[in-house]
């Protein structure tokens, strides 16, 4: 099992440029979440899915959209990055009602973002 | 929303001595309480958990205790060791997990 996989490790990108990043995971985990990472705040929800098809608003939804097209899959991409969302992007996944039954998400290795 | 408050932001201590870090939550719906430690330049991980219906758990040089009345729950190191200095991270989960904003804990030799 790879577990959670996160794509690319580190990308630069200039104002107003798009991008993807990349999530996948091996554990068939039906629910799928984006968080971003910035200093002294801790992890805030971008989006999330709880199966294929499905996906949802989390905290700071705004400039970013996802899909899931498949239960492996959920990417987060960036339609015009802006300097404010420079920072690093973590994608979990984890069964369905893990949150509520008391089981643990599972982190990929993170994507650093800079954001010029 | 759920709200999760977290204190210290920041703390030392001396190798041997004990660490407590304070987690409070706004939603009394919330029934899981996980912490996570997180190493420069690293993922989050899993060190320890709690589920609403307990009231303190234990893992060897690690325990969580929980106050669903007060709505609080702490994280206790004992015998710390410099490994041990990281960012850690509670949260609280009902739908989805809402973190806190992290302690960053030193350890000093």
């Known amino acids: 099992n790879a577990g959670v996989t996160q794509t690319p490790k580190f990308q630069v990108l200039k104002t107003g440029q798009s991008m993807t990043l990349q999530c996948a995971q091996d554990m068939n985990h039906e629910y799928m979440s984006w968080y971003r990472q910035d200093p002294g705040m801790g992890l805030r929800l971008i989006h999330y899915s709880v199966g294929a098809g499905i996906t949802d608003q989390g905290e700071v939804p705004n400039g970013y959209n996802v899909s899931r097209s498949t239960t492996e899959d959920f990417p987060l991409r960036l339609l015009s990055a802006a300097p404010s969302q420079t920072s690093v992007y973590f994608c979990a996944s984890s069964y369905w009602g893990a949150a509520s039954g008391g089981e643990t998400q599972y982190f990929g290795p993170g994507t650093r973002l800079l954001v010029l | 929303g759920e709200n999760v408050e977290q204190h210290p932001s920041t703390l030392s201590v001396q190798e041997g001595d004990s660490a407590v870090i304070k987690c409070t939550y706004s939603?009394?719906?919330?029934?899981?309480f996980p912490w996570y430690k997180q190493e420069l330049g690293k993922r989050p991980q899993l060190i320890i958990d709690i589920r609403s219906n307990v009231g303190e758990k234990k893992d060897q040089r690690i325990a969580v205790t929980l106050n669903k009345t007060a709505k609080h729950f702490s994280l206790h190191i004992t015998e710390t060791q410099p490994e041990d200095s990281a960012v850690y991270f509670c949260?609280?989960?009902?739908?989805?997990?809402?973190f806190g904003p992290g302690t960053r804990l030193s350890v000093l030799p």
């Open positions: 949260a609280a989960a009902k739908e989805n997990f809402v």
């Open positions: 939603d009394s719906a919330s029934n899981y």
